[in-house]
Structure formats: C-alpha cells, structure tokens
C-alpha cells in the first residue's frame, strides 16, 4: 500500500511557521487580487486566497471588475498597483473574457510583484535556468511536497503528463532545475503508457480521468495535480487512486495533495515577494 503525500498536513506546517514569520513583522504584506466577471469557480478560489490570507496576517485585497471591463481600465488598476508601495505581490484570477489580451494583462505586472511567475521576464528566467523572483505556485508546491517525503529527483525519471503554462511547462524546467531526467507528455504523445512506465516520478496534470494501473511502474512515485468533478458530481483527478495506489510507493490524493500545496505556495510566493522589495535580494527554492 502506497504512502499517501499529505499536502493538507504540510500545508498546515508551512502555514503554521510562515505566521510565526509574519507576526514578527512590524509592516505587513499585501497580496492584491484583481478578479474580472463572476465565475463561480474564480469566486471561489478568490475567497479562499483571501481568508487564508486574513489568518496569517497577509493583508489581502479583491478588487473586482465586471466581465465587460475595458482592457485599458484594468491595466490602468495593474499600474496603479505596481506603483503602490504597500503592494507586495499581485494576482490576475484566470480566466478572463475573452475580449481581454490576458498575457498583455499579465505582463503589466511588474515582474517582482508577480506572485504566480506569469509574467514573460519571470517565465523567461525559469526557462533560462535563472531565478524568477518566485516560483510558479502548483510546481513549487509539489516539490515542496516531495521534498517533505524525503523524494529526491536528481538522477530519476520524471514524466509529466500535460504541458500548461501554469503546470506543465514549469514544472519540467523545474525538474530539470533538480537534475531529472524530464519527458513531458501531452494530447499527441503515442504511446503515452509506454512513456509513463518508465517514469520513476509521475506527474500528471490534464484534468481527465487519464492514468490506470497498466500505466505506472511498481514503486514509482504519482502526483496527481488534476482536479474535477466526474460525472456523479465526485471530485476527482487523473489518477485511478484506488488501483493505482496498489502497485506505487507514493500517490498524492485528489482532493488533499496538491490543492492544499498550491495556496501554501501563493502565501509563502507573497512574502517572499515582500522579503525581495524589502531586500533586493532574489528568493530562491531550496
């Protein structure tokens, strides 16, 4: 039986230990997030930043805008913000309208209060091996939650099923930051079981039921990022828990893995962006 990676026990840990950090502060940080139209799901996520947020002494803001905003109106809010000193770090809720440029939104933010590492200079120092202000939230998650379990990537193979900017793609190039040996999957990999056999830590990241146990290898490693609901209303994720958590050594739930690991990721994203405006100096992930 696999060992369950607990993001909600570590979430509690790093949230614990980041309000001791906070509380020693004689300025808070303040997360602002800009949240376009009323999606039920972005709503949601936006008051659960907020209120985690709220306990560990974060100062956060919702400035919300209706789904026909004009795009000039909310870069003009973006500027506002970047220039505002009390604004450490700034978040853009995803998605937009469609009649908004969303990587022209994103790249007005400036880069060192880009608490998502969206951002194209921040992207682009991922991909170049160099340090972003802060890491993306979901990637830096997992290999927080890794590290937690004491699974080192230097030497392994690592293959990450889905190839988003928000997931996939960071979390390739920050494998490889860690040494992996990286294949990424996607919608037109053949013979995709072929490929993640062969993985020693398995990450899928696609929002479909998609990963069974003929497609894992014994003793490897399953993270599962994608989260839905099926067709019965259950909240679920790629991975075939309950057969696959039979042949693996260690599996992330869904919900309970990555989840809880991502909003620990934006709150500690958004003191370390307050920590670089204080000092200059580029946070890093150990």
Known sequence: MAVILDGKALRDKILLNLKKDIDLLTEKPKL????????????LYVNNKKKTAEKLGIISEVIKFPADVEEEILLD??????????????????????????QKVID????????????????????????PYVYPCTPKGILLLLDEYGIDLDGKNVVVVG????????????????????????????NLSGITKTADV??????????????????SVVVDVGIFRDENGKVRGDVEFNDVENVVSYISPVPGGVGPMTIASLMLNTYELYMVQKSEVHSDLK
Do not use: W
């Open 32 to 43: 602002s997030v800009i949240l376009v139209g009323e999606n039920p799901a972005s709503v």
């Open 77 to 102: 809010k973006i500027k506002e913000l970047n220039n505002d000193d009390k604004v450490n770090a700034i978040l853009v809720q995803l998605p937009l309208p469609e009649h908004i440029n969303k």
């Open 108 to 131: 007005t933010i400036n880069p060192k209060k880009d608490v998502d590492c969206f951002t194209s200079v921040n992207y682009g120092r991922l991909a170049a091996g160099l340090k």
């Open 163 to 190: 190839r988003s900017n928000l997931v996939g793609k960071p979390m390739s190039l920050m494998a490889l930051g860690r040494n992996a040996t990286v294949t990424t999957c996607h919608s037109h990999t053949k």
């Open 202 to 219: 398995l990450i899928s990241a696609v929002g479909e039921v998609l990963i069974e146990e003929n497609m894992v290898r014994e003793n």
